[in-house]
């Protein structure tokens, strides 16, 4: 079974740029998960969908910050425009909707921004 | 709302010694948590979980953790360190996020070095 997928591993962008992430989930899992993970931090959730519509988007910044997943299958995340303070890891994450499975979270490797 | 301390930043412990990490939580209902891990520059690793009934649960790699409700504690052990148990743990609790879906929220971490 291949894992949660996502892509590019590493950007690095100046500041007032936008960037963009994808993710690719865990086949038929139908809730996803965006987490920012600031360095020397835990991961601290943003947004989560389930199918193609959002769940939770409360700690998401959306002066700045957007995010889709239009059908329900992948997803991108977008900053624009960047600030130095975006400066983190990326993480996507997802989980089925079975009775044991709603709990357990899969996470992707990770994208890695840095903003100068 | 839901919070998890892990008080130890950072743990050195020789190759072969017991390890224990701690972690507190704060939550209002029965607590869902976990345990994952995170090799540098890798997503997060589910190493185990607890959701009810006995509460010394076993997880991949020699690891267990034991919830103790009183103390609304689930500390990580692992009673001989490996070198490549070298990592960052991650402790979370579990919390309804809308509808039958969860959310996790994680403690800042507690890196793990291990001395040859």
């Known amino acids: 079974e291949a894992g949660v997928a996502q892509s590019p591993r590493y950007k690095i962008i100046e500041k007032r740029q936008s960037v963009a992430f994808w993710c690719n989930p865990i086949?038929?899992?139908?809730?996803l998960y965006w987490y920012q993970q600031i360095l020397g931090q835990g991961p601290k959730l943003l947004i989560q969908f389930q199918n193609n519509g959002v769940v939770d988007d409360s700690q998401l910044p959306k002066d700045r910050f957007s995010a889709e997943r239009l059908k329900g299958v992948d997803s991108t995340l977008k900053i624009q425009p960047a600030k130095l303070e975006d400066s983190a890891v990326y993480l996507c994450a997802s989980s089925s909707l079975t009775s044991g499975g709603r709990y357990e979270q899969y996470f992707g490797p990770g994208t890695r921004l840095t903003v100068t | 709302a839901q919070s998890v301390t892990q008080p130890d930043i950072h743990i050195t412990v020789s190759e072969g010694a017991s390890l224990e990490l701690r972690c507190n939580y704060s939550?209002?209902?029965?607590?869902?948590l976990f345990w994952y891990v995170q090799s540098p520059g890798q997503g997060l690793q589910l190493l185990l979980k607890?959701?009810?009934?006995?509460?010394l649960v076993q997880g991949i790699k020699g690891f267990e953790a034991e919830f103790k409700r009183s103390q609304s504690s689930f500390n990580l052990r692992k009673p001989s360190v490996h070198w490549s148990d070298a990592a960052e743990y991650f402790c979370?609790?579990?919390?309804?996020?809308?509808?039958?879906?969860?959310?996790?929220?994680f403690g800042k971490g507690t890196l793990l070095t291990v001395n040859p």
């Open positions: 607890y959701f009810s009934g006995d509460t």
């Open positions: 086949s038929g899992h139908a809730t």
């Open positions: 979370a609790v579990g919390a309804r996020s809308g509808g039958s879906n969860y959310k996790l929220t």
């Open positions: 939550y209002g209902a029965t607590p869902y």
